[in-house]
């Protein structure tokens, strides 16, 4: 194409295609740029919208080559260096990525998401501070957002950097004013004094920038003795603590009654947990490719009757399939740490410990109670030995062994104070704390100084092996949960290595997970309603050696014949609620009732 009037066909183009992003219709945007490109393909303007829209669609390969071709045309392009260093952040090319968002920063400084994906790229690489710096930046050029100080709040977290913590929660709690624009839900469940209807707040305002149109309802409700087919979506197929929660229920569904498809968005990845969680469903399906769109019809083809969204809102999960309604029922369970805040999923599969009855208000979905606990831990192993001589872990002879292997970034500067009371009140105890960051040691030992705490009473130990790992918790005292984000799959290995586990159970979802669990096994005396009774009750255990025992004999005991480490019985429960979703459903009813 030449001529005076190519850069007016050209014009129309784009403006065709921003129309139909601008009605959500991404793959056709990228229909009609495609089709241009004989020709288009010369003019750099179609080739960076082109890139733009793949983009959007996650075909970050294709979108490379395209974005590429553009800047040479226009090397000053703010929008195609963000795209480029997007696209190549996505296709976990993160070195590759810092150039060109730094660019695009360059020539737009007010670009608020280049300075989030910069930050993120080096967050990858493990550049913590300087990644704080490029947010910090942000800030300084007014270009700050509600996604900039959330991740950099996250950041400082995981660095043990209390330095402006009260200053940054007053700072993203002031997003309300904005219908919290920007802020990451999966980051909000760590701060500190959300309340649950905040964070349904929170995760609507986050899931309406996924939400897409969703297909036609199917035609009818399925034959009544048809097997349940059950379709599990997750990114995590792999040895996650969300693959290895799965792999015990999908090698132990019913096949008489389900046929069983998982539809993954994970990595690849070789190691043994990911060969078996591909071998287990009749059907494993990799989606990554896949645009939302595609991926949908691609469910909605298999006829799957029950979707189950693993994910939610975290890492590498895709929020705008479900919200295409893939398959008539759809159920939200496991990863996310509460609501969506949409009604992208009919139930929320949960139990009544982590989500009692009066909470159903905080909730966009409706429950699906399993009886006993949410978790499955089969760790399908000998338990882990406590040994006499606790020299090799560097633990002094004679202490009282208190213990938090969580994540950095469930830590608050409010809770590292009540543990240090807890210390102050036990003169013969330690603490042993997993080692994140190089310089996260250095600041606690520094904060436990200020408080009057030897800092060599805390003792920092790095991250190991699944199996060291075990045997480090079979080895500690008291396990002492955090909060507001409480212990998960930490705390089912906690209570497999028999170690009692202390736990505030507040009132959100990720305040009760270790609760959850700690109940199932009968332990509910290790529960408490508040932060003093938590510092009360772990001076008491270990000060009274004789009433730790007993809980400690008890948990033993217990752990041989509870649900949370026996897989063929807890997927026989998942299966009954299942069952109850397919009968509603096949019944013409609604999922406005709970299950359970």
Not at 289 to 301: C, F, K, P, W
Not at 498 to 507: K, S
Request: with cysteine; charged share 20%.
């Amino acid at each position: 194409m030449g001529g005076p009037g190519a850069g007016a066909a050209v014009l129309a183009t784009i403006k065709s295609a921003r129309a139909l992003v601008n009605q959500g219709r991404n793959a056709d945007a990228a229909a009609l740029l495609t089709s241009a490109l004989p020709a288009m393909g010369q003019y750099g303007s179609i080739r960076a919208t082109l890139g733009e829209v793949q983009c959007r669609l996650g075909r970050y390969r294709d979108a490379i080559p395209n974005l590429n071709a553009a800047l040479a045309q226009d090397p000053d392009h703010a929008p195609s260096h963000f795209y480029l260093g997007a696209a190549l952040h996505a296709s976990a090319q993160y070195k590759k990525a810092i150039p060109s968002l730094q660019r695009a920063i360059q020539l737009s400084p007010g670009m608020s998401d280049a300075y989030r994906m910069m930050a993120a790229a080096l967050q990858a690489i493990k550049a913590y501070p300087d990644a704080i710096a490029v947010l910090d930046a942000a800030r300084a050029n007014g270009a700050a957002s509600g996604m900039t100080e959330a991740l950099c709040y996250h950041l400082r977290q995981m660095m043990a950097d209390w330095s402006v913590f009260d200053q940054s929660i007053a700072w993203l709690r002031g997003l309300k004013a904005v219908n919290y624009s920007g802020l990451d839900p999966a980051v909000a469940l760590t701060i500190p004094g959300f309340t649950p209807m905040e964070q349904r707040e929170i995760a609507h305002a986050h899931g309406s920038r996924f939400a897409g149109p969703p297909l036609p309802p199917p035609n009818t409700t399925g034959d009544p003795l048809r097997k349940i087919r059950v379709g599990y979506l997750s990114a995590d197929f792999y040895d996650h603590p969300v693959g290895r929660h799965m792999l015990g229920i999908l090698e132990n569904h019913d096949r008489s009654r389900f046929e069983i498809f998982a539809y993954s968005l994970a990595p690849d990845k070789t190691d043994t947990i990911t060969q078996r969680l591909r071998a287990a469903p009749q059907r494993f399906v990799d989606l990554r490719s896949s645009t939302d769109d595609e991926a949908a019809a691609l469910i909605r083809g298999d006829d799957v009757e029950i979707l189950v969204d693993l994910g939610g809102y975290t890492e590498g999960t895709r929020p705008g399939l479900p919200s295409r309604r893939a398959a008539p029922i759809q159920a939200l369970y496991l990863g996310n740490g509460g609501t969506t805040g949409h009604r992208f999923h009919d139930y929320i599969i949960t139990d009544p410990a982590i989500s009692p009855s009066e909470m159903q208000s905080h909730y966009s979905e409706t429950f699906a109670w399993l009886p006993e606990t949410l978790f499955n831990a089969d760790h399908g192993t000998a338990y882990p030995a406590r040994e006499l001589d606790r020299g090799r872990w560097h633990l002094p002879p004679g202490a009282f062994v208190f213990c938090s292997f969580n994540n950095t970034t469930k830590l608050t500067p409010h809770l590292f104070r009540i543990w240090m009371d807890i210390l102050r009140a036990v003169p013969h105890g330690v603490l042993w704390i997993r080692d994140y960051y190089p310089t996260s040691a250095k600041r606690m030992q520094t904060a436990a100084v200020a408080q009057g705490i030897d800092p060599a009473r805390l003792v920092f130990c790095a991250t190991s092996s699944r199996e060291e790992h075990l045997l480090r918790l079979a080895n500690a005292d008291l396990f002492l949960d955090s909060h507001p984000y409480g212990a998960g799959s930490t705390a089912a290995d906690a209570l497999w290595a028999g170690l009692p586990i202390l736990t505030y159970a507040g009132d959100t979802y990720v305040s009760r997970m270790c609760a959850s669990q700690v109940m199932a096994l009968g332990l509910a005396d290790l529960v408490v309603a508040s932060l003093e009774a938590y510092r009360d009750r772990a001076i008491a255990l270990a000060t009274h050696p004789a009433d730790l025992a007993a809980l400690r004999a008890r948990l033993v005991e217990s752990r041989r014949t509870t649900i949370l480490f026996d897989s063929p019985r807890f997927t026989r429960q998942l299966e009954d609620v299942l069952q109850e979703m397919s009968r509603r459903h096949r019944a013409g009813l609604p999922h406005t009732t709970p299950i359970g």
